[in-house]
């Protein structure tokens, strides 16, 4: 039989172990895959990691990070407080010198940040690798990689790399493979860091790669509210759901769902009484919907000209659609115009109805069939009637909703 068993020297030495390809018959693909992960996940180890990156987010000068983790099989953090980082930066340049955005920022942990003086920023050739090691302090099994882009502002997020291939103590993880990173988005509206599972990059080499469609694909999905059903001062849903190119549903956890504004609780201060309600971004994935009291159901403030929900994945994801459920406890608090993005880019304008008792279920849109167009007007809205009015939001009224239903 064959298969991936070798020791190399230098650094403590990588060992990928060992798994027997001719052990499964033809046609039991997904056996085979599940084997193979589980063996590579038993030991990846060393002490020189090498990332090397090749291309960023559109900018022709510079490339950046802002900060690596690293966790251990057992999902430990691994402490890099003591690694030797070696790599390029902007001192580099001639006459450039005393500038903070060096190599060893990338593993200074505060990473959920756009202060850049915790960033590494180089200078950027097109067509030639910038490679960043990290030299650990002893021998250490690896099973994840987190890694934080540049994040000092929107703009500036375009020098965070976007092709990335590693290497452990020499040794090419997903055999010589490129690693697609995600854009950061130039905030702190969420946790930016993407997860890499050494497993699962190294069995993509094996695995059988998705053919090119018309379909949206990204890392980032992006839900746009335009404006509610008449409330003008909060917007809300009951349900969210993806769909991938085959139809089926995509398993969506609590943590890759955010929202800005995230919701009422932004409105008051613990101290003021805020913070306790339960109408938070993640109902919007729990698969309740059916309940008219709004314990399951998400609401926050309207502040024009739009309202989003980000909904974040460490890969490139593939959407056919989206499904809307409207929020029913107050049906003026609902969606009405809505645009779908993904990575930035429009996909999808329409409009969801309102929530009705005669009409309750939720509605699907798919992305291959035209939208209709939307002129949304900030600070005002618009009735079937046509009639428009505009509204003060320091005159928005107080809610809340707290404790378990």
């Given at each position: 039989s064959s298969g991936i068993?070798?020791?190399?020297?230098?650094?403590?030495?990588v060992r990928f172990p060992s798994f027997d390809e001719d052990q499964f018959e033809p046609g039991t693909e997904e056996e085979y895959l599940a084997a193979a992960r589980e063996e590579l996940l038993s030991e990846i180890s060393g002490r020189l990691l090498t990332l090397t990156l090749r291309e960023t987010w559109g900018d022709p000068d510079y490339?950046?990070?802002?900060?690596?983790?690293?966790?251990?099989p057992d999902g430990e953090l691994v402490d890099l407080s003591r690694a030797s980082v070696t790599g390029p930066n902007l001192?580099?340049?001639?006459?450039c010198s005393g500038d903070h955005r060096t190599a060893d920022k990338v593993v200074s942990g505060c990473n959920r940040t756009m202060e850049d003086s915790h960033m590494w920023l180089a200078p950027y050739s097109y067509g030639e690798d910038h490679t960043v090691t990290l030299l650990l302090e002893r021998v250490t099994s690896i099973a994840t990689i987190k890694v934080y882009n540049y994040n000092k502002s929107p703009e500036?997020?375009?020098?965070?790399?976007?092709?990335?291939?590693?290497s452990?103590?020499?040794v090419p993880l997903c055999q010589g493979h490129s690693i697609q990173l995600r854009r950061a988005p130039g905030s702190t509206l969420y946790d930016?860091?993407?997860?890499?599972?050494?497993?699962?990059?190294w069995l993509e080499a094996i695995s059988s790669p998705l053919e090119k469609t018309p379909l949206p694909t990204g890392f980032v999905l992006q839900l746009r509210i335009y404006c509610s059903w008449g409330d003008p001062f909060y917007v809300g849903l009951n349900e969210i759901a993806l769909f991938d190119e085959s139809g089926q549903e995509i398993l969506l956890e609590p943590n890759q769902v955010t929202a800005e504004p995230e919701s009422v609780n932004v409105l008051l201060l613990p101290e003021?009484?805020?913070?306790?309600?339960v109408r938070t971004p993640d109902k919007l994935v729990n698969h309740v919907t059916d309940d008219v009291t709004a314990h399951n159901s998400w609401l926050t403030p309207f502040f024009p000209p739009s309202i989003k929900v980000f909904i974040v994945f460490d890969v490139p994801v593939m959407v056919s659609g989206i499904r809307l459920h409207n929020y029913s406890k107050t049906p003026e608090r609902g969606v009405r115009h809505f645009g779908v993005l993904m990575d930035d880019l429009v996909v999808y304008h329409g409009s969801l109805p309102a929530w009705s008792p005669a009409s309750p279920g939720p509605v699907d849109f798919l992305f291959g069939e035209p939208s209709e167009p939307t002129v949304i007007e900030s600070t005002k809205i618009k009735h079937s009637s046509n009639t428009e009015f505009s509204f003060d939001i320091s005159n928005r009224p107080f809610t809340s909703l707290v404790g378990p239903k």
């Open positions: 068993n070798a020791e190399y020297g230098g650094c403590g030495g490339i950046g990070l802002t900060g690596i983790e690293i966790f251990s001192n580099d340049l001639e006459g500036d997020s375009h020098r965070g790399a976007r092709r990335l291939l590693l452990f103590d020499g930016f860091g993407q997860l890499i599972d050494l497993s699962e990059i003021e009484g805020g913070g306790g309600d």
